[in-house]
């Protein structure tokens, strides 16, 4: 792939900061190059050269029932016309609302629409609870237990009333399609729901994860660029959204939006609303930036690369509940595979146990830049979403002229047509491969190497094996990306389905979430990379690693790899609550004091932070060495880490008291360590001579195995066997996880037979130790745990 450069009037420019114009990666004079858009052009002058783009090829894009500010600076930037609605001859038409299928019908290959037919399966709420139901119905209650239950009213009342009887606490009210918080409401009583209108009526997460007090949901980005394949990107920023009145549960305080909502519509209107007006400031006012939010939570202590596993797998398995339903939309109306791609809006909660919930699915995010955090993050988005789209620089009306129109019968149904022509050279052996075949993974190749800022969480390795079998829409094309991308680990729709809990934490790519993004002006950037770099610290485990967003892409070209440098000191913590956790870099306004407004200073959100901070500061100056004399649960601790570190003391000190559920869940935690690192070790192809855990592992689930409800059939390759360690590491780490699995079900069976547990800690406090423990810590429990029962069968269970 060659790149074309601007060729930037400004002659002092070194050619390193010319900007890129388009991606050439075709030869064949039916398709175009891919226009390459940049986010800063909506904040830049004119550059004739690069409106050139658009003139020279009469390039044009259509608003349908919309008209989006962001989107039309960003195409006129590139010289793009605006066409009329009526009009067929366009190269982008971009919408609010739902495409028509028929609208669809007669597009031509390199002609872009933002949004697929049926999405409203996955967007309109009430389509979307009764999708991820069935799912749970069809497939696994666990795995899809992340929207909270929901009943249609008036259709579903009396069901409704059974649930609040046996549940009591506040439920919210919906209406089934709408936006921007708009008529929705609480209520505690069935009696106090409408039914003269189409509802919905969910259970209220009541246990909503706090920041210095406030209720927070997250916006994501979430893009899908094929459903057959099923092809999804999740960007790499996002947006916190913050209540502006501090949370409480009484009664008294259920009709308050400002306190239970965080939507933006309705938070703005209140008084005490904080806007941030600097767009480098990511954690200041009501509004964050999803990285600032997770170098706030890392601060206090919390897994944020786990965190962000759990919310990657949320966001998987809701593709997955209607990708049956559109890509079946699309065999029958999309002629090409690439004229449709889609950017869909997340709202993610999540609570104090740390687990992710999905509120809704925006079908159109707002793309409003009200702010100049949103217009950073906006721009961003966008213009790595056209680049993912591949807009191609296509005259429409030379095209439509001198290609003949392909055939209804010819296009429609061959789900395997592509619209993209080969390259010249290969990444792949074609001989047992189809030219559709060739076409889709070099189409699927050069897709991603156009993704900018958009992580590719599906397919990948892991989340194949996890989550391939529960696709519906089962054609061989998913087959044949699964096969060629991760030959090593190819297993047909996987043969496992994995539990919701088998979160891979790999650090290297999640830290993608927890990073800046670059400023839309150019001198900062310039500024930033003139910056000498920080010396580097040769003990730091996490520096200086090879990131590759698309682990496992054997087949893919080395320079789509990131490498990505982090010092010792970024790996650190150092900026206490309200701020980023990364130390700032030393700019030229540093050591002025900002001018803060009087209201905002008089704000709750405002105060509530600067105490924060203040204790915070105070707490680290005055920390010490000495070790706490005895552990006391019943005092109010308000910082996560310190929290979790009283907890980790009290489970220790008696750890032979647990009971025999907590031991088992406590072995599962364990078991998950070691399985994340043997996998670690063969996929980062870490090579350790000593193979004597392996072979302990080896002979325990032999022997464990057995003792299973369901029991496995171990077929674990010897040393003598000449397959390499790392192989074997593999294979071990994948028998780890079914024996997980099952492991876990029998705890659930002795769970509902017998729901017995210690008052060592409370059961919400047992299970985050559990989700945030180290290996060695759960080592050191059990370890105490079986010399005090005096048997381990105690909970490996025996028959």
């Known amino acids: 792939m060659s790149l074309c450069s601007d060729g930037s009037t400004d002659e002092s420019e070194s ?75 366009y190269n982008l038409m971009w919408l609010n609302s739902h495409v028509k299928p028929y609208s669809l019908r007669n597009l031509m290959d390199f002609q872009r629409v933002n949004h697929f037919p049926r999405s409203y399966e996955l967007t309109r709420k009430n389509l979307l609870a009764r999708n991820v139901e069935r799912m749970a119905q069809n497939k696994n209650a666990k795995l899809f237990d992340f929207c909270p239950k929901s009943y249609m009213m008036p259709g579903q009342y009396q069901d409704f009333c059974h649930a609040a009887a046996r549940e009591k ?39 909503p994860l706090l920041i210095d007090g406030f209720k927070f949901d997250v916006r994501l980005y979430v893009a899908v660029t094929c459903y057959d394949p099923l092809i999804i990107y999740l960007y790499e920023e996002g947006m916190a959204r913050f209540a502006t009145i501090k949370y409480e549960t009484s009664l008294k305080s259920i ?17 005490e609303f904080v806007r941030c007006e600097d767009a480098e400031q990511e ?6 930036t999803l990285g600032a939010l997770l170098r706030y939570l890392r601060d206090d202590g919390i897994d944020t690369a786990a965190l962000m596993s759990r919310i990657e797998q949320v966001v998987i398995k809701t593709i997955i509940s209607v990708e049956g339903q559109i890509a079946a939309a699309c065999k029958t109306f ?34 409003a830049t009200d702010a100049p955090l949103d217009l950073k ?19 429409p009306l030379s095209r439509r002229s001198k290609d ?10 061959r789900s395997t047509k592509s619209g993209v022509s080969a390259p010249s050279s290969g990444q792949y052996d074609t001989s047992s491969l189809s030219p559709d075949d060739v076409k889709l993974l070099r189409w699927v190749q050069d897709q991603n190497e156009r993704r900018g800022g958009f992580l590719r969480i599906f397919p990948r390795a892991d989340t194949w094996a996890n989550y391939g079998a529960l696709l519906e829409y089962k054609t061989h094309t998913n087959e044949l990306l699964a096969s060629r991308l991760f030959k090593e680990t190819y297993r047909p729709y996987s043969s496992v389905v994995r539990n919701k809990f088998n979160e891979r934490t790999e650090s290297s790519r999640f830290v993608r979430y927890e990073e800046r993004l670059d400023p839309l002006d150019k001198t900062k950037k310039k500024k930033k990379r003139k910056r000498p770099k920080k010396k580097k610290d040769k003990t730091s485990a996490a520096e200086n690693f090879v990131e590759n967003d698309d682990y496992e892409d054997e087949d893919f070209p080395a320079t789509q790899i990131e490498t990505i440098s982090i010092s010792s000191q970024q790996s650190i913590p150092t900026v206490s609550s309200g701020t980023s956790t990364r130390r700032p870099e030393k700019s030229e306004n540093e050591g002025k004091t900002k001018h803060v407004k009087k209201s905002v200073e008089n704000s709750e959100i405002y105060r509530s932070i600067k105490e924060a901070q203040k204790k915070k500061t105070e707490d680290r100056s005055h920390k010490t060495e000495t070790k706490v004399p005895c552990v006391n649960l019943s005092q109010k601790v308000t910082d996560y880490s310190s929290q979790m570190e009283l907890v980790t003391k009290k489970i220790l000190s008696e750890a032979g008291s647990l009971s025999q559920i907590e031991a088992r869940e406590a072995f599962v935690t364990y078991l998950r360590r070691l399985q994340l690192r043997f996998l670690n070790a063969a996929n980062e192809k870490i090579r350790d001579t000593n193979i004597t855990q392996m072979d302990l592992v080896c002979r325990f689930l032999r022997k464990a195995s057995s003792n299973l409800q369901n029991p496995m059939e171990i077929n674990i390759p010897t040393a ?71 048997s381990a069968s105690v909970f490996l269970g025996a028959k």
């Open 15 to 89: 050619s390193e900061e010319e900007e890129l114009i388009t991606w050439r990666y075709q030869k064949s004079a039916k398709h175009g190059a891919n226009v390459c858009f940049k986010p800063e052009v909506v904040i830049e002058q004119p550059n004739k050269q690069r409106k050139q783009i658009g003139v020279q090829n009469n390039l044009t894009f259509k608003f349908v029932r919309s008209s989006t500010g962001l989107i039309r600076n960003i195409l006129s930037a590139y010289g793009f016309k605006e066409a009329r609605e009526a009009s067929n001859d």
């Open 169 to 207: 606490g506040p439920w919210i009210v919906k209406p089934q399609a709408s936006s921007r918080g708009r008529g929705i409401f609480l209520v505690n009583s069935p009696s106090q729901v409408p039914l003269d209108d189409s509802t919905m009526v969910c259970r209220y997460i009541h246990n």
């Open 255 to 271: 009709k308050n939006q400002w306190m239970h909502l965080t939507n933006y519509s309705i938070n703005k209107k209140n008084p």
């Open 283 to 288: 954690d200041y006012g009501n509004k964050w």
């Open 334 to 367: 999309v002629p090409f595979r690439g004229n449709c791609a889609e950017l869909y809006g997340f709202d993610v909660l999540i609570d104090d146990t740390l687990k992710p919930w999905i509120l809704e699915v925006n079908l159109s995010p707002s793309l």
């Open 377 to 395: 993050l906006k721009s961003h988005v966008i213009a790595d979403f056209l680049n993912l789209m591949g807009v191609e620089s296509v005259d």
């Open 404 to 413: 003949a129109r392909l055939t209804h019968a010819y296009n429609l149904g």
């Open 720 to 790: 003598e066997s000449g397959i390499p360690v790392l192989q074997r590491k593999r294979i071990l780490g994948d028998l780890l996880v079914e024996f997980i699995a099952r492991y876990e079900g029998d705890t659930e069976i002795m769970l509902a037979n017998n729901p017995v547990f210690s008052d060592v800690v409370d059961r919400p406090l047992f299970q985050k130790f559990c989700m945030s423990c180290k290996e060695s810590e759960v080592e050191e429990i059990l370890t105490k745990y079986t010399t005090e029962n005096k």
